[in-house]
T-cell receptor, first 112, second 115 residues
Framework: EAQVTQNPRYLITVTGKKLTVTCSQN?????MSWYRQDPGLGLRQIYY???????DKGDVPEGYKVSRKEKRNFPLILESPSPNQTSLYFC???????????FGPGTRLTVT | AQSVTQPDIHITVSEGASLELRCNYS??????LFWYVQSPGQGLQLLLK??????LVQGIKGFEAEFKRSQSSFNLRKPSVHWSDAAEYFC?????????????FGKGTLLTVNP
């Protein structure tokens, strides 16, 4: 089944403790992206990747890092999480620019 | 910079009534346009998309949208709403040119359906 998977689905952590949210797709898509969703703000793009080793900032990249060493994986790294990064995170992928994005199920992160 | 405006934060309709959700975008060239739906506690599902060609596009679940370049709009419509359509709807715009591809979402419209 074609899908985007994210792990973990739920995470509660403390300020400053490094964490990684994994994202993987099995559709051989070139384009992958991370979004955060906050009430009243919709989805805002954090980072995106056009292909392996090609990443770029979205609208809200501060406090986040990403890497794209393999085509299927696009992990989101929070080196020193803070409470304002408490949010619902979505990973997405698409075949290329202009094509529809397929979304993962989301990761709900709480930073205390 | 590209942007998307969904003027209605919350809309309530009766089951069986028609629906129109508004979306206005700001972008210098012809954009890629999408509508997504998010049911409570779920991820986002693509309803329909516009890349080029016919300005009236059909999607899943009986939805359609019309691209109007002169009004910079891409409104979503459904002739008869079902209770299962209650969800949050997001309009999104993507760049059609350049070396980067960024997708920008509106803030969403929450749809409530009354029986």
């Amino acid at each position: 089944e074609a899908q985007v998977t994210q792990n973990p689905r739920y995470l509660i952590t403390v300020t400053g403790k490094k964490l990684t949210v994994t994202c993987s797709q099995n559709m051989n898509h070139e384009y992958m992206s991370w979004y955060r969703q906050d009430p009243g703000l919709g989805l805002r793009q954090i980072y995106y990747s056009m292909n392996v080793e090609v990443t770029d900032k979205g609208d809200v990249p501060e406090g986040y890092k990403v890497s794209r060493k393999e085509k299927r994986n696009f992990p989101l790294i929070l080196e020193s999480p803070s409470p304002n990064q408490t949010s619902l995170y979505f990973c997405a992928s698409s075949r290329n620019r202009g094509y529809e994005q397929y979304f993962g199920p989301g990761t709900r992160l709480t930073v205390t | 910079a590209q942007s998307v405006t969904q003027p209605d934060i919350h809309i309530t309709v009766s089951e069986g009534a028609s629906l129109e959700l508004r979306c206005n975008y700001s972008y210098g060239a012809t954009p890629y346009l999408f509508w997504y739906v998010q049911s409570p506690g779920q991820g986002l599902q693509l309803l329909l998309k516009y890349f080029s060609g016919d300005t009236l596009v059909q999607g899943i679940k009986g939805f359609e949208a019309e691209f109007k370049r002169s009004q910079s709009s891409f409104n979503l419509r459904k002739p008869s709403v079902h209770w299962s359509d209650a969800a949050e709807y997001f309009c999104a715009v993507g760049r059609s040119g350049g070396s980067n591809y960024k997708l920008t979402f509106g803030k969403g419209t929450l749809l409530t359906v009354n029986p």
